[in-house]
């Protein structure tokens, strides 16, 4: 048996033109029929018309269970901070109509050297009442890295408690940040409760699928093992490029086919 539920994030959908409102049942069959045991959805899809049903009825059908929802905002931007308190108020409590999800979030706009200190005061201000909202409806936040260097991240976890706000990394987007992701696990292993996973060519742009790069999945279960890793572990595929060449289901289940033979998940 798998030591990790494997779950796919239907972003890459976007990517091939998928209308949520209209394929719905689609996007969920093909993750499945794909291998997958979970989905993490995607913010619009929480947002179609009926969607507790719907999503209710396609999960019964194809048997996988949702880990969360994802979403993002410019957390430091002061002009910003009505708008995105009551979106995330809505959004949380839509989540809440499941048990025990994560809610993927990632900390968009200028970077910590670029922002003032008003405004890097607003980026914890703003994750620390995000947090303790996501609480209080039975939802647990997680930060979503993005692209951001090492210095956005600490700014993040220094100084907003781990009960408050778990960690869900992004493995490539560590990577384009200049972060090493095999360290930066060793080093947070504690707060992790989810990880992001693509494939990339070293020093250079993503692959379609897992297996088609270089990251070293087999040394990533070791480590993943060695710090007693227990969260959830998601497949976010982004081609690079706008005109897919392979159909969505082909890249997903090479993907799922690459643990399988490289960690034996």
């Not at 200028?110 to 303790?132: C, F, H, M, P, S």
């Not at 979503?144 to 600490?154: F, L, S, V």
């Amino acid at each position: 048996m798998s030591k990790y539920r494997i779950g796919a994030h239907p972003y890459i959908f976007v990517q091939y033109g998928f209308d949520f409102e209209k394929q719905f049942d689609e996007i969920f069959d093909t993750i499945a029929d794909a291998g997958y045991q979970t989905i993490e959805l995607h913010q619009p899809m929480l947002y179609v018309d009926d969607w507790k049903n719907r999503i209710d009825k396609t999960l019964k059908r194809t048997g996988l269970a949702v880990v969360g929802g994802s979403t993002g905002y410019a957390m430091g931007d002061i002009s910003q901070y009505n708008k995105i308190i009551s979106e995330m108020d809505d959004y949380s409590s839509r989540l809440s109509a499941f048990e025990n999800l994560l809610c993927g979030t990632s900390c968009g706009g200028k970077r910590y050297a670029d922002r003032t200190k008003e405004e890097n005061d607003q980026v914890i201000k703003v994750w620390r009442e995000l947090g303790q909202m996501f609480r209080s409806k039975g939802v647990t936040l997680t930060y979503h890295t993005h692209g951001e260097p090492i210095a956005d991240i600490k700014h993040i976890i220094d100084n907003v408690p781990s009960d408050l706000l778990g960690l869900g990394p992004d493995l490539d987007w560590l990577r384009v940040g200049g972060v090493d992701p095999v360290t930066f696990i060793k080093e947070n292993a504690k707060r992790l409760v989810m990880l992001h996973i693509r494939d990339y060519h070293l020093g250079g742009a993503r692959t379609d699928a897992l297996g088609e790069g270089d990251a070293d999945y087999r040394n990533l279960g070791k480590v993943l093992d060695e710090v007693g890793f227990k969260g959830e572990f998601v497949v976010e595929l982004a081609i690079p490029g706008a005109n897919p060449t392979r159909p969505v289901k082909e890249l997903l289940k090479i993907s799922r086919d690459h643990l399988k033979e490289t960690i034996g998940w």
